[in-house]
C-alpha cells in the first residue's frame, strides 16, 4: 500500500474534527481497488467524492455485526482521510479504520449512542489527526437499507457531503450497503457504489486481486478470488491496534449506555488501518452535542474548560480504566505470538500517560473523592498495579 501512500502533500483547508486535520493529495487508488456496485441500480459513474474502504476497515466491521446476537446490532463510526487527486483535482474518501462502539442496539435507538460516541471520537481526531467520515450500523433485516431513523440520525450528527453511512446486514447472505444523504433526507435509499482498497497481500504476483467482499446485492466487472479470513489465515490482516470486545449487550430506551470500567470486557475495540490512540469509550459524556456548525470550529476546548473538578476525575478514571482493558488483550495477543514487545509495551505507555493524568485531576479536586470515588481509585490502582506485574512477567524490555 506504501507505493501510492507515500506522496501526500497537505493542502489547506479545515477539518470537522475540531482542527485542522489536513486535506491530502494522493494519486486515485483504482489500480489497487476493486470496483463494486450495486444490483439494483444504474451506478456506472461514481459519485462526488467517491468512497474507498480498506479491507481491514471492512473486515472490522463485518467481525463486529457478525458477532452480536440476532436481536442487537452493532454500531460504530468509520473513519480515515479526505484526499484530492493531483491529476484530476477531484476529492474522494478513503476510510481506513473503523472504531466499534462497546455496546449493542435493539430498535432504533440510535441517536443517543451515537451522540455520546460521536464527542469523544471527535476529540481524539482532533488531537491525533484524520476525520470522522460516517458510521456503520448492522441491520437484522432482509434488506440493508436506512431506516427513518438512520435517516435522521445521519441527517442530525453527519453534515458533510463526504460523509456516508454504511448499512451491513450478516448472515448466510450477507448484503449491505453505502449512503449518503442530504440534509433533506432525499435519496436515502440509493445505494453507491465504492472501492474495496487492497491490502498487499490481496494483490498476487500475476496481478490479479482478491476479495473479501461477500455482499449478494453488489457485483464487480473484475475477475477477482474471494477469500474466507476464517478458514485461510494467510490472507489475514491482524488489526494494527485492538481494543478489547464488546463491554454491553443493550442499551436501554431513553437512558445513556451504561459502562462496565474494568476487565478484558470493559473497554471497545478499534480495528484497521490509522493509530489514533486509546480511544476514550463514548459512553464519558451524557449530553447530547450537536456537532460544530463549520470546519476548524471547535467546542471540545469549551467543554473541558467548563468540566468541573469531579467532571475530570471521572472522565480520566473512564479512559484508565479503558486503558486497562486494551493493554490486557494486548498480553494476550502477546502470549498467542500474535503481538510482539514493542506493541505490548505501546500498551503499558498508554496505561502510564491515562493512570498519570488521572492522579493529577484527582489530586485538584479539592473536594476530594467520596466513598464511590474512593473504591474505584483502589480498584483502578489494584489493575494498574497487575497490568504493570504482567508485563514484568512478559520479560520485553521496558519502554
Not at 234 to 261: C, H, N, Q, T, Y
Not at 269 to 274: K, L, P, W
Not at 303 to 319: C, G, H
Request: with cysteine; charged share 25%.
Amino acid at each position: 500500500m506504501d507505493r501510492f501512500w507515500s506522496s501526500a502533500t497537505p493542502l489547506s483547508g479545515g477539518s470537522p474534527a475540531g482542527r485542522e486535520s489536513e486535506n491530502l493529495t494522493r494519486l486515485l487508488p483504482v489500480a489497487q481497488a476493486i470496483r463494486w456496485t450495486p444490483t439494483v441500480d444504474d451506478c456506472s459513474v461514481d459519485p462526488p467524492y467517491p468512497i474507498f474502504i480498506t479491507q481491514s476497515a471492512f473486515a472490522a466491521v463485518q467481525a463486529h455485526a457478525e458477532a452480536k446476537p440476532l436481536d442487537t446490532a452493532s454500531l460504530g463510526f468509520l473513519v480515515g482521510n479526505l484526499f484530492r487527486c493531483p491529476e484530476t483535482d477531484a476529492p474522494y474518501v478513503v476510510i481506513e479504520s473503523a472504531i466499534q462502539l462497546p455496546w449493542s442496539i435493539s430498535g432504533d435507538r440510535l441517536r443517543p449512542a451515537l451522540s455520546q460516541g460521536w464527542s469523544v471520537v471527535q476529540e481524539e481526531l482532533r488531537r491525533n489527526g484524520g476525520r470522522l467520515l460516517g458510521w456503520y450500523h448492522a441491520h437484522r433485516a432482509v434488506e440493508a437499507r436506512l431506516s427513518p431513523a438512520d435517516v435522521a440520525t445521519h441527517v442530525a450528527l453527519f453534515d458533510q457531503p463526504w460523509q456516508v453511512a454504511l448499512v451491513v446486514t450478516p448472515g448466510d447472505a450477507p448484503a449491505g450497503g453505502f449512503f449518503r444523504i442530504p440534509a433533506d433526507g432525499s435519496r436515502s435509499l440509493a445505494y453507491l457504489p465504492f472501492y474495496e482498497l487492497l491490502e498487499a497481500s490481496s494483490i498476487l504476483p500475476d496481478g490479479r486481486k482478491v476479495s473479501d467482499l461477500a455482499w449478494v446485492n453488489y457485483r464487480t466487472e473484475e475477475a477477482i478470488f474471494t477469500s474466507d479470513r476464517v478458514s485461510n489465515p494467510r490472507l489475514e490482516i491482524p488489526p494494527r491496534l485492538l481494543f478489547p470486545e464488546d463491554v454491553d449487550d443493550s442499551v436501554a430506551p431513553g437512558s445513556p449506555p451504561p459502562m462496565r470500567r474494568t476487565s478484558l470486557e470493559r473497554s471497545v475495540r478499534f480495528a484497521g488501518y490509522g493509530v489514533l490512540g486509546l480511544v476514550a469509550a463514548a459512553v464519558l459524556f451524557n449530553v447530547y452535542r450537536a456537532r460544530a456548525s463549520g470546519p476548524g470550529e471547535t467546542v471540545a476546548s469549551e467543554r473541558e474548560a467548563a468540566a468541573s473538578p469531579r467532571d475530570l476525575v471521572d472522565r480520566t478514571a473512564d479512559t484508565v480504566a479503558l486503558a486497562v482493558g486494551a493493554f490486557e488483550l494486548r498480553a494476550r495477543l502477546f502470549d498467542s505470538r500474535r503481538m510482539a514487545c514493542p506493541d505490548l509495551a505501546r500498551g503499558l505507555v498508554d496505561l502510564e500517560e491515562r493512570w498519570t493524568s488521572y492522579n493529577v485531576a484527582r489530586k485538584a479536586d479539592a473536594a476530594g473523592l467520596d466513598s464511590a470515588g474512593a473504591a474505584r481509585d483502589r480498584s483502578l490502582y489494584a489493575d494498574v498495579d497487575a497490568a504493570e506485574r504482567l508485563f514484568e512477567r512478559s520479560q520485553c524490555p521496558r519502554p
